[in-house]
């Protein structure tokens, strides 16, 4: 029983996690899926890259939330961002 907990927490801890990652990346004006995870992975790598899109100015556990909903649902991802979700 305590392992089911467990893996429900796990599971609402990654909700929200994605969760606010994608409204960071609407409030940024950034789509998922209009990048592959490589070029998600290389913004990440470069402060110049962050500050063009204004990602520099977050904290960094909202910089891991975005970058982690970012890859998660890139173009090439396993479950990319649907246009109008």
């Not at 909700?15 to 913004?43: C, H, P, R, T, Y």
Request: aromatic share 6%; no cysteine; proline share 1%.
């Amino acid at each position: 029983m305590g392992i089911v907990r467990i893996l429900i927490a796990l599971s609402l801890m990654a909700s929200f996690a994605f969760a606010g990652g994608k409204d960071l990346a609407v409030q940024l004006g950034l789509n998922a899926s209009s990048k592959a995870i490589k070029q998600w992975e290389k913004v990440f790598q470069k402060e110049k890259k962050m500050k063009k899109l204004g990602i520099d100015k977050l904290s960094d556990a909202d910089k891991q939330s975005l970058k982690e909903y970012l890859i998660g649902h890139a173009a090439d991802s396993d479950h990319p961002e649907a246009a109008g979700m």
